[in-house]
């Protein structure tokens, strides 16, 4: 015999290796926001199956979503002799409270002047 050689040459295959990326909060985060993980429990689901915690990404998605939201220009009105703030804020669909949290400078809403700036938006 020659030493277990019978003629035939082995052949082997490397050892297939997996090659398995973490993904990160950032890039499931992104994920969500394409569609790719669906909705709900659907979505919980596919991103815990990641090994990744649900509430961590979706805090954030919500920055992301939040930091791409068009911020609203601050929008002013100037008092008109006759006005009233509460004329002033239902002009502009608000409260008389909603319109002085926009314009905490303002300390009497009994008192403004034509000319005077108020915020509303």
Do not use: C, H, W
């Amino acid at each position: 015999m020659n030493g277990g050689f019978n003629g035939y040459a082995k052949t082997q295959k490397p050892a297939e290796s997996k090659i398995v990326q973490k993904m990160t909060v950032e890039v499931a985060a992104r994920k969500v926001i394409a569609g790719e993980f669906g909705n709900g429990d659907q979505r919980q689901k596919a991103i815990e199956a990641l090994g990744l915690d649900y509430q961590t990404v979706q805090k954030r998605v919500n920055e992301i979503l939040a930091s791409s939201a068009p911020k609203q220009a601050k929008v002013y009105y100037s008092v008109v002799s006759g006005d009233t703030l509460s004329g002033v804020a239902a002009k502009y669909g608000l409260t008389l409270t909603a319109l002085l949290k926009l314009n905490p400078d303002i300390k009497n809403p009994n008192i403004i002047y034509p000319g005077q700036k108020i915020r509303v938006k």
